[in-house]
């Protein structure tokens, strides 16, 4: 990502508040703001006044409306903007409270789909930082509970178990020794040094570079202020201060501030996307469980580093990461609904499956699986993540499937089967449904 270009500097005369005036009511204006767009968007949206002035128009409204917030000796602000203010509104409807959503999630099924969204966001947290495992691989790897063959794998699988820990712990504080130990989590085996798993960087050797052109984009603070930003940011997560500020919007100013302060040599991201997860399951956003944001954010990878680079850029306002992050969310709320109504589908599909005498729901999706895929290879543990059973229920169900003649038993040593389609399937399945 190479630097973005500096917007011109605000000349602080009165001769601007007149075009604002012209300008706050606008479509374009609300264009600009609603998107918070930057320097170099905004100079080829002036119609009725130049560049320069448009970017001081737009600047002077920013800075009526923002808020500050304070980490250490550095200053950052935001502004909650009409877009902003309808999307937390639309999230308090449906990822928060205690109603439940209407998104269509069965209370039979609510498992099934978090281990999927905590499944997605551990592999692509892991790739954006640079794993190259496939998709179908890591699901398998953790499906089934192998072994990781190499970084990547675990990587993923580091993140896999670090999102569960946090489902397991997202009612607790924060802390520093908790944030420490999230880093060990996700960073375990990955790293060149092993003693930076779960340690703060000691150094300030380190910067954030673009690798295409070896441009440094951003220097972290000194490695001697960390103890103290750390503190504040826990505190910040923690407690409510006297000035509201909406759990998205502090979720989202935690997840740029642990990227920001760089605390680690490495896993910075992965940390801050983790740390954003655990905030918002506290506060009570029970929908976040089933959300891959981390999925949007690798495929909008250029945007997210942007969101980053404006902020800064433009005296640390963090309107730009959080337009961002808003945006991703409502992205991610979109495709967790889109897979729930196709799962829904599946199931549909499936329910015929139910016909067979002794087959039940599981099954009955074994079938389906099976059918859609047939050179599928299917075992015991994998049956037990994927429908959170035990492993004589999955044994049984499997076994059940073979003795009917669907399945064929692989041996993979004295104690291990896979199973997969068998011969007979077809012919089975026409006895039923000629």
Same mark, same amino acid.
């Given at each position: ?16 508040? %007149? ?8 479509? +374009?204006?609300?264009?600009?703001? @609603? ?63 205690? #109603? ?42 953790? &499906?089934?509970?192998?072994? %990781? ?26 802390? %520093? ?43 972290? *603070?000194?490695?001697?202020? #960390? ?19 909406? *759990? ?14 760089? *605390? ?79 799962? &829904?589908?599946? +199931?549909? &599909? ?6 067979? *005498? ?6 009955? &999706? ?10 599928? +290879? ?33 041996? +993979?040593?004295?104690?291990?089967? @896979? ?16």
């Amino acid at each position: 990502m190479a630097m973005i270009e500096a917007p011109p500097e605000i000349k602080k005369n009165g001769d601007i508040i %007149p075009i604002m005036i012209k300008l706050e009511n606008e479509a +374009v204006i609300k264009d600009i703001q @609603n998107n918070y767009l930057y320097w170099d968007k905004i100079k080829y949206k002036a119609k009725t006044c130049n560049a320069e002035e448009l970017w001081e128009a737009v600047k002077f409204l920013r800075y009526l409306r923002s808020s500050n917030i304070r980490f250490g000796k550095y200053k950052f602000g935001y502004v909650i903007t009409d877009y902003i203010q309808r999307a937390l509104h639309q999230f308090d409807l449906n990822i928060g409270g205690t #109603l439940g959503s209407n998104i269509g999630i069965a209370e039979t099924d609510k498992t099934k789909f978090m281990i999927r969204s905590i499944m997605e966001e551990a592999i692509s947290s892991s790739q954006m930082e640079g794993a190259s495992t496939t998709r179908k691989r890591a699901k398998e790897m953790i &499906q089934q509970e192998k072994k %990781p063959k190499d970084k990547s794998e675990q990587m993923i699988m580091n993140n896999y178990i670090t999102m569960r820990y946090i489902v397991q712990h997202k009612e607790e504080e924060i802390s %520093p020794e908790k944030i420490l130990h999230l880093h060990q989590l996700i960073t375990n085996g990955t790293l060149d040094e092993t003693q930076d798993e779960g340690t703060y960087r000691d150094n300030n050797n380190v910067h954030v570079v673009n690798h295409l052109n070896s441009e440094i984009v951003h220097i972290p *603070p000194s490695h001697e202020e #960390l103890n103290n930003l750390i503190k504040e940011l826990c505190e910040f997560f923690n407690t409510d201060d006297q000035n509201f500020i909406h *759990p998205i919007i502090k979720g989202c100013i935690i997840h740029f501030m642990i990227a920001w302060i760089h *605390p680690f040599s490495d896993g910075n991201g992965r940390t801050a996307r983790a740390l954003f997860y655990w905030y918002m399951l506290k506060k009570g956003y029970w929908l976040t469980e089933y959300l891959s944001i981390s999925r949007i954010i690798k495929d909008t990878k250029a945007q997210y580093e942007k969101a980053y680079l404006y902020t800064e850029i433009d005296e640390n306002d963090l309107s730009y990461f959080i337009t961002y992050h808003i945006k991703t969310m409502e992205k991610a709320y979109a495709a967790l609904k889109e897979y729930i109504s196709k799962k &829904q589908r599946e +199931v549909i &599909q499936a329910a015929k499956f139910m016909k067979i *005498p002794g087959v039940n729901e599981r099954m009955a &999706q074994i079938l389906k699986i099976l059918h859609d895929d047939p050179n599928r +290879v299917l075992n015991i543990k994998e049956m037990e993540n994927r429908f959170n059973i035990s492993n004589f229920t999955a044994r049984t169900d499997l076994k059940t499937l073979t003795e009917l003649g669907f399945l064929e038993i692989i041996p +993979v040593n004295k104690k291990k089967q @896979n199973f997969i389609k068998s011969d007979a399937f077809d012919n089975v399945l026409k006895k039923y449904f000629s």
